[in-house]
Protein backbone atom coordinates (compact mmCIF):
# COMPACT_ATOMS: atom_id res chain seq x y z
CA UNK A 1 0.00 0.00 0.00
CA UNK A 2 0.78 4.12 -0.71
CA UNK A 3 0.12 6.46 1.46
CA UNK A 4 0.00 10.27 0.68
CA UNK A 5 0.16 12.66 3.62
CA UNK A 6 -0.18 16.62 3.06
CA UNK A 7 1.24 18.54 5.45
CA UNK A 8 1.39 22.58 6.06
CA UNK A 9 -2.04 24.01 5.58
CA UNK A 10 -3.57 26.12 7.78
CA UNK A 11 -4.74 30.71 7.80
CA UNK A 12 -2.63 33.00 6.91
CA UNK A 13 -3.24 36.56 5.58
CA UNK A 14 -3.59 37.66 2.15
CA UNK A 15 0.27 38.78 1.39
CA UNK A 16 1.03 35.47 3.31
CA UNK A 17 3.19 32.67 2.68
CA UNK A 18 2.25 29.23 3.30
CA UNK A 19 4.22 25.94 2.74
CA UNK A 20 2.95 22.37 1.94
CA UNK A 21 4.33 19.37 1.84
CA UNK A 22 3.61 16.06 0.62
CA UNK A 23 5.35 12.53 1.79
CA UNK A 24 4.80 9.32 0.11
CA UNK A 25 5.57 6.05 1.77
CA UNK A 26 4.90 2.47 1.42
CA UNK A 27 5.30 -0.04 -1.36
CA UNK A 28 7.17 1.90 -3.57
CA UNK A 29 9.59 1.35 -6.01
CA UNK A 30 9.54 4.71 -8.62
CA UNK A 31 7.39 7.61 -8.56
CA UNK A 32 6.62 8.74 -11.81
CA UNK A 33 5.49 12.33 -11.15
CA UNK A 34 3.53 14.00 -8.33
CA UNK A 35 1.20 16.95 -8.63
CA UNK A 36 -0.52 19.37 -6.48
CA UNK A 37 -4.44 19.96 -7.10
CA UNK A 38 -7.13 22.30 -5.03
CA UNK A 39 -10.44 22.49 -4.96
CA UNK A 40 -12.43 25.35 -3.69
CA UNK A 41 -15.81 25.20 -2.34
CA UNK A 42 -18.41 24.22 -4.80
CA UNK A 43 -15.16 24.46 -7.84
CA UNK A 44 -14.05 21.55 -10.03
CA UNK A 45 -10.74 20.29 -8.41
CA UNK A 46 -7.95 22.06 -10.48
CA UNK A 47 -4.40 21.70 -11.38
CA UNK A 48 -1.94 24.06 -9.32
CA UNK A 49 1.62 22.55 -9.91
CA UNK A 50 2.83 19.92 -11.30
CA UNK A 51 6.37 18.12 -13.26
CA UNK A 52 6.13 17.10 -17.04
CA UNK A 53 7.29 13.65 -18.21
CA UNK A 54 10.91 15.56 -18.85
CA UNK A 55 11.15 16.81 -15.10
CA UNK A 56 10.04 20.50 -16.21
CA UNK A 57 7.29 22.22 -13.95
CA UNK A 58 4.22 23.06 -14.78
CA UNK A 59 1.49 26.10 -13.24
CA UNK A 60 -1.81 27.13 -13.37
CA UNK A 61 -1.94 30.19 -14.69
CA UNK A 62 -3.68 31.99 -11.99
CA UNK A 63 -0.47 30.64 -9.64
CA UNK A 64 1.95 31.64 -11.88
CA UNK A 65 4.93 33.86 -10.46
CA UNK A 66 3.66 32.83 -6.94
CA UNK A 67 3.62 29.20 -6.56
CA UNK A 68 6.72 26.96 -7.07
CA UNK A 69 6.89 23.41 -6.80
CA UNK A 70 10.06 21.06 -6.02
CA UNK A 71 11.07 17.81 -4.97
CA UNK A 72 13.32 15.75 -2.80
CA UNK A 73 13.17 12.32 -4.31
CA UNK A 74 15.64 10.39 -1.51
CA UNK A 75 12.54 11.68 0.43
CA UNK A 76 10.00 10.69 -1.61
CA UNK A 77 8.30 14.05 -0.78
CA UNK A 78 7.34 17.01 -2.72
CA UNK A 79 6.87 21.06 -1.89
CA UNK A 80 4.26 23.97 -2.36
CA UNK A 81 5.78 26.94 -1.60
CA UNK A 82 2.69 29.87 -2.02
CA UNK A 83 3.94 33.35 -1.65
CA UNK A 84 1.58 36.03 -2.30
CA UNK A 85 -1.36 34.02 -1.33
CA UNK A 86 -4.86 35.74 -2.17
CA UNK A 87 -8.57 34.92 -0.60
CA UNK A 88 -9.48 33.04 -3.93
CA UNK A 89 -6.45 30.60 -3.60
CA UNK A 90 -8.43 29.29 -0.45
CA UNK A 91 -9.11 25.56 -0.87
CA UNK A 92 -8.37 21.83 0.54
CA UNK A 93 -4.65 21.25 -1.34
CA UNK A 94 -4.19 17.86 -2.60
CA UNK A 95 -1.53 15.85 -3.95
CA UNK A 96 -1.45 13.17 -6.70
CA UNK A 97 1.18 11.04 -7.26
CA UNK A 98 1.52 8.43 -9.77
CA UNK A 99 3.48 5.63 -8.68
CA UNK A 100 5.16 1.99 -9.81
CA UNK A 101 4.70 -0.20 -6.88
CA UNK A 102 6.45 -3.18 -8.43
CA UNK A 103 9.92 -3.20 -9.58
CA UNK A 104 9.19 -6.45 -11.30
CA UNK A 105 6.32 -4.53 -13.46
CA UNK A 106 7.80 -0.80 -13.30
CA UNK A 107 5.49 -0.03 -16.50
CA UNK A 108 2.28 -0.71 -13.93
CA UNK A 109 1.71 2.25 -12.32
CA UNK A 110 -1.16 3.65 -10.10
CA UNK A 111 -2.41 6.69 -8.62
CA UNK A 112 -2.65 7.92 -5.50
CA UNK A 113 -3.82 10.96 -3.75
CA UNK A 114 -3.91 12.27 -0.07
CA UNK A 115 -6.53 13.09 1.97
CA UNK A 116 -5.77 17.36 1.32
CA UNK A 117 -4.84 20.26 3.29
CA UNK A 118 -7.40 23.42 4.21
CA UNK A 119 -5.27 26.40 3.13
CA UNK A 120 -7.49 29.72 3.94
CA UNK A 121 -6.34 32.96 3.11
CA UNK A 122 -7.96 35.79 4.51
CA UNK A 123 -8.78 38.87 3.23
Known amino acids: QVQLVESGGGLVQAGGSLRLSCAAS????????MEWYRQAPGKQRELVAG???????NYADSVKGRFTISRDNAKNTTYLQMNSLKPEDTAVYYC?????????????????WGQGTQVTVSS
Open 26 to 33: GSIFTINT
Open 51 to 57: FTNGGST
Open 96 to 112: KAIIATDAGAPWRTYQF
